[in-house]
């Protein structure tokens, strides 16, 4: 055996996996080095700014005369107002005052990104529009600001821009360059006179907005492991197969460390060409930051790799470890062969476990969305808002109880809320759990679950509940009219009314919407005697679908608070704007209605109660079948394993077992260990998995138990008689 003939051991298969992982790692890296280009942004002038004001609840009337007030101060006092707003695909930076005094400047990667020339360029011009970036268009574009792959686009407007575009002024403000206590005290004494709120208003956050993570960072992640577990089989497969080969080597001279250089040596370079390749495609297309993509690239070498050198000396140990005597007269290392199995096979299989134990949330939201439909089917044909886009208002508004979307939504429905088929209803259900853990944070609490339902009159009439005139025009006059069932009486009548009046009046604010409720204030309670089953909206399948005793909020536009007005435009079954049917929809939302009341850009999408659970359902099986496939990934791995376990097993005992196969030996008492290992593993696994009461997860289980001992007991039995037959 010489030089040449080792080197063509080497297989393409173990060439393209670490490509692959070369690749994923230069990715994984590339989108840390993202996160660190838009932390620049996000953490920009935080050093400098010790105060900060939250804008929460302004009211509309008041939003011009505070703008004017900041811009006039932050000139006086010399500081810099800032306030921040990442929408995902923008990220957007609004800036009012002055930078006289402040240091501004912004590097990344060694090049610098802002300074005071471009900020003074934006707080300058006379252009209302005008950005550093080109989020408002290239028009009113004073100077670029480099784009990074998979980062938001980056622009740095007028404090006024920027509150126009979100529609809000609610949000975060940092006084850059304010630094004593007294200005602070003295802007907020101010914004209180003009506005009339709290001053601890003004410096807490009301709001704010979570990160569901980094879908594709953890893709990545899972790739890179999946190629590292590849290239680990494959070498293993590799010195298992050649281990008499090496010995025969250390024979004519060669050391261990010879043979596994030689081996590793073509893997060290197609890693550092591919490492190269990409550093170089990388800081062609980003040459404003080219310290950066270089250093990426020497570090996508670096991490492949520490990450292949530690793949490959881990299955090399099998060399490693074995004496040489042991190599030249083919001897195997099989405690630690068989521990690596073991604990490889039981990492996998600890994976199954906890993707099984996952999927069956999924599986049982399929369940309870299926029974679901059964107890919808007397309203699947209402329409509910499935969907909605925030067009031209931002996502922030939504929290604005004073904002444009919340006005325009209020404003179209409080025009058709007499017409039939246009419906207001919801229900929240107080379950026991509820009432324990809320008790502390009102003044009474009923001690019995309840439902209230919030329903308009004419969706009242459609179900045969009665309303007087009397109580029509209460609730046009702004009263909130509730209907308590005569069952609630005594002191648990009392509670009730006490909870009700406080839970619905919680929370409101003089810069909310103004209505007749919001400024008077006023209940009136009646009683009435249930004669039928009343159908309840409660969306989750463990709550009541229907009652003979629900206490009835009758709801109409001039006694709604903010919390009916923001249920307007919420999606899905709690959602409370409704219609009777499409035909209904569609004269209400035509598009001159749309647009009237400035909703053409939001999209609403409507849904059958049906087509919406068929929706939820249809996404649900997708995330089902997105787990399978993981599953499928998983046992088909472990099927490998098995596969290359019985390769060993056969490898490592060849002798033993064709003695005792001449013996007599049964095939189960050939094969104990193996059989024992994977039986002993899947056994503890079905186990933890019917523990945790996972019905679907103990049917994979045991069909994951069955196709491994199958495959095992068939690559046995076909090999190793085959090769037998060879062999003699």
Same mark, same amino acid.
């Given at each position: 055996?010489?030089?040449?003939?080792?080197?063509?051991?080497?297989?393409?298969?173990?060439?393209?996996?670490?490509?692959?992982?070369?690749?994923?790692?230069?990715?994984?890296?590339?989108?840390?080095?993202?996160?660190?280009?838009?932390?620049?942004?996000?953490?920009?002038?935080?050093?400098?700014?010790?105060?900060?004001?939250?804008?929460?609840?302004?009211?509309?009337?008041?939003?011009?005369?505070?703008?004017?007030?900041?811009?006039?101060?932050?000139?006086?006092?010399?500081?810099?107002?800032?306030?921040?707003?990442?929408?995902?695909?923008?990220?957007?930076?609004?800036?009012?005052?002055?930078?006289?005094?402040?240091?501004?400047?912004?590097?990344?990667?060694?090049?610098?990104?802002?300074?005071? $020339?471009?900020?003074? #360029?934006?707080?300058?011009?006379?252009?209302?529009?005008?950005?550093?970036?080109?989020?408002?268009?290239?028009?009113?574009?004073?100077?670029?600001?480099?784009?990074?792959?998979? $980062?938001?686009?980056?622009?740095?407007?007028?404090?006024?821009?920027?509150?126009?575009?979100?529609?809000?002024?609610?949000?975060?403000?940092?006084?850059?360059?304010?630094?004593?206590?007294?200005?602070?005290?003295?802007?907020?004494?101010?914004?209180?006179?003009?506005?009339?709120?709290?001053?601890?208003?003004?410096?807490?956050?009301?709001?704010?907005?979570?990160?569901?993570?980094?879908?594709?960072?953890?893709?990545?992640?899972?790739?890179?492991?999946?190629?590292?577990?590849?290239?680990?089989?494959?070498?293993?497969?590799?010195?298992?197969?050649?281990?008499?080969?090496?010995?025969?080597?250390?024979?004519?001279?060669?050391?261990?460390?010879?043979?596994?250089?030689?081996?590793?040596?073509?893997?060290?370079?197609?890693?550092?060409?591919?490492? +190269?390749?990409?550093?170089?495609?990388?800081?062609?297309?980003?040459?404003?930051?080219?310290?950066?993509?270089?250093?990426?690239?020497?570090? =996508?070498?670096?991490?492949?790799?520490?990450?292949?050198?530690?793949?490959?000396?881990?299955?090399?140990?099998?060399?490693?470890?074995?004496?040489?005597?042991?190599?030249?007269?083919?001897?195997?290392?099989?405690?630690?062969?068989?521990?690596?199995?073991?604990?490889?096979?039981?990492?996998?299989?600890?994976?199954?476990?906890?993707?099984?134990?996952?999927?069956?949330?999924?599986?049982?939201?399929?369940?309870?969305?299926?029974?679901?439909?059964?107890?919808?089917? =007397?309203?699947? #044909?209402?329409?509910?808002?499935?969907?909605?886009?925030?067009?031209?208002?931002?996502?922030? $508004?939504?929290?604005?109880?004073?904002?444009?979307?919340?006005?325009?939504?209020?404003?179209?429905?409080?025009?058709?809320?007499?017409?039939?088929?246009?419906?207001?209803?919801?229900?929240?259900?107080?379950?026991?759990?509820?009432?324990?853990?809320?008790?502390?944070?009102?003044?009474?609490?009923?001690?019995?679950?309840? =439902?209230?339902?919030?329903?308009?009159?004419?969706?009242?009439?459609?179900?045969?509940? &009665?309303?007087?005139?009397?109580?029509?025009?209460? =609730?046009?006059?702004?009263?909130?009219?509730?209907?308590?069932?005569?069952?609630?009486?005594?002191?648990?009548?009392?509670?009730?009314?006490?909870?009700?009046?406080?839970?619905?009046?919680?929370?409101?604010?003089?810069?909310?919407?103004?209505?007749?409720? &919001?400024?008077?204030?006023?209940?009136?309670?009646?009683?009435?005697?249930?004669?039928?089953?009343?159908?309840?909206?409660?969306?989750?399948?463990?709550?009541?679908?229907?009652?003979?005793?629900?206490?009835?909020?009758?709801?109409?536009?001039?006694?709604?608070?903010?919390?009916?007005?923001?249920?307007?435009?919420?999606?899905?079954?709690?959602?409370?704007?409704?219609?009777?049917?499409?035909?209904?929809?569609?004269?209400?939302?035509?598009?001159?209605?749309?647009?009237?009341?400035?909703?053409?850009?939001?999209? +609403?999408?409507?849904?059958?109660?049906?087509?919406?659970?068929?929706?939820?359902?249809?996404?649900?099986?997708?995330?089902?079948?997105?787990?399978?496939?993981?599953?499928?990934?998983?046992?088909?791995?472990?099927?490998?394993?098995?596969?290359?376990?019985?390769?060993?097993?056969?490898?490592?005992?060849?002798?033993?077992?064709?003695?005792?196969?001449?013996?007599?030996?049964?095939?189960?008492?050939?094969?104990?260990?193996?059989?024992?290992?994977?039986?002993?593993?899947?056994?503890?696994?079905?186990?933890?998995?019917?523990?945790?009461? $996972?019905?679907?997860?103990?049917?994979?289980?045991?069909?994951?138990?069955?196709?491994?001992?199958?495959?095992?007991?068939?690559?046995?039995?076909?090999?190793?008689?085959?090769?037998?037959?060879?062999?003699?």
């Amino acid at each position: 055996m010489n030089k040449r003939t080792l080197t063509k051991r080497t297989s393409l298969v173990g060439y393209a996996l670490l490509i692959l992982q070369t690749f994923l790692i230069f990715l994984w890296l590339l989108l840390g080095l993202r996160d660190q280009y838009i932390s620049t942004w996000t953490n920009y002038l935080n050093d400098q700014s010790p105060y900060t004001l939250y804008l929460n609840n302004i009211p509309p009337t008041k939003k011009d005369e505070i703008l004017a007030y900041l811009n006039q101060v932050s000139h006086q006092k010399n500081f810099l107002l800032v306030r921040k707003e990442n929408n995902d695909d923008l990220f957007n930076i609004g800036v009012m005052g002055t930078p006289k005094t402040i240091d501004v400047q912004l590097s990344f990667g060694g090049q610098s990104l802002l300074d005071k $020339s471009k900020i003074n #360029k934006v707080l300058q011009s006379s252009n209302p529009n005008a950005s550093i970036g080109q989020a408002n268009g290239t028009i009113n574009q004073l100077a670029p600001i480099s784009s990074f792959w998979f $980062s938001p686009l980056i622009t740095v407007s007028k404090l006024e821009s920027l509150v126009k575009n979100e529609d809000t002024l609610r949000g975060s403000y940092q006084l850059v360059g304010v630094n004593d206590k007294q200005t602070y005290d003295n802007i907020i004494n101010q914004l209180h006179k003009i506005t009339d709120i709290e001053k601890s208003d003004f410096t807490f956050v009301q709001s704010g907005s979570a990160s569901n993570g980094d879908l594709l960072k953890d893709s990545i992640i899972l790739g890179i492991i999946l190629t590292s577990c590849g290239l680990l089989a494959f070498f293993l497969i590799v010195f298992l197969n050649n281990l008499k080969e090496y010995g025969n080597l250390i024979l004519l001279g060669w050391s261990k460390k010879d043979i596994l250089f030689k081996i590793f040596k073509p893997y060290l370079v197609i890693l550092s060409l591919t490492a +190269l390749f990409l550093c170089v495609f990388s800081t062609i297309f980003n040459l404003r930051f080219p310290l950066s993509f270089i250093t990426l690239g020497i570090k =996508t070498g670096i991490v492949t790799s520490f990450i292949f050198s530690l793949t490959f000396f881990c299955a090399a140990s099998l060399v490693i470890i074995s004496k040489n005597i042991a190599l030249i007269k083919g001897y195997y290392p099989k405690k630690l062969i068989y521990s690596f199995f073991f604990g490889f096979y039981l990492l996998l299989t600890s994976v199954v476990i906890g993707t099984c134990l996952y999927i069956d949330q999924p599986a049982n939201s399929i369940s309870e969305t299926a029974t679901q439909a059964h107890q919808w089917h =007397t309203v699947s #044909k209402m329409e509910v808002l499935a969907s909605m886009d925030s067009g031209n208002d931002s996502v922030r $508004s939504y929290a604005d109880t004073s904002s444009k979307i919340n006005r325009d939504f209020y404003d179209l429905y409080r025009h058709y809320a007499n017409k039939d088929g246009v419906y207001f209803v919801n229900s929240f259900y107080a379950s026991k759990t509820y009432i324990e853990q809320m008790t502390d944070g009102y003044k009474e609490m009923p001690s019995h679950p309840f =439902t209230i339902l919030t329903a308009s009159p004419n969706y009242l009439r459609t179900i045969n509940f &009665t309303l007087s005139n009397q109580v029509l025009k209460a =609730t046009q006059n702004g009263i909130r009219v509730i209907y308590l069932p005569d069952n609630i009486s005594g002191a648990e009548k009392r509670k009730t009314i006490s909870y009700i009046k406080e839970s619905m009046q919680e929370g409101i604010r003089s810069s909310d919407i103004s209505t007749k409720f &919001t400024r008077s204030r006023k209940f009136k309670f009646i009683t009435y005697y249930p004669q039928k089953s009343i159908f309840l909206w409660n969306n989750t399948p463990q709550e009541p679908t229907v009652s003979n005793s629900p206490i009835i909020y009758v709801a109409s536009p001039e006694n709604f608070s903010f919390v009916e007005i923001g249920n307007l435009f919420a999606s899905g079954l709690g959602g409370s704007f409704k219609f009777k049917n499409s035909a209904v929809r569609k004269q209400v939302l035509s598009p001159d209605n749309l647009s009237k009341y400035h909703l053409a850009d939001n999209k +609403l999408n409507f849904a059958t109660v049906q087509q919406y659970i068929d929706g939820v359902q249809k996404s649900l099986w997708q995330t089902l079948a997105m787990f399978g496939l993981v599953i499928i990934l998983l046992i088909i791995l472990l099927i490998l394993l098995v596969g290359v376990l019985a390769f060993t097993y056969k490898k490592l005992n060849y002798e033993t077992l064709l003695i005792k196969q001449f013996l007599g030996f049964s095939f189960r008492q050939l094969y104990t260990l193996p059989f024992i290992m994977i039986s002993t593993i899947n056994g503890g696994a079905l186990l933890i998995i019917l523990i945790s009461h $996972s019905k679907i997860g103990v049917l994979i289980e045991i069909l994951n138990l069955i196709l491994q001992l199958l495959i095992f007991y068939l690559a046995l039995k076909t090999h190793f008689a085959q090769k037998m037959i060879e062999r003699n």
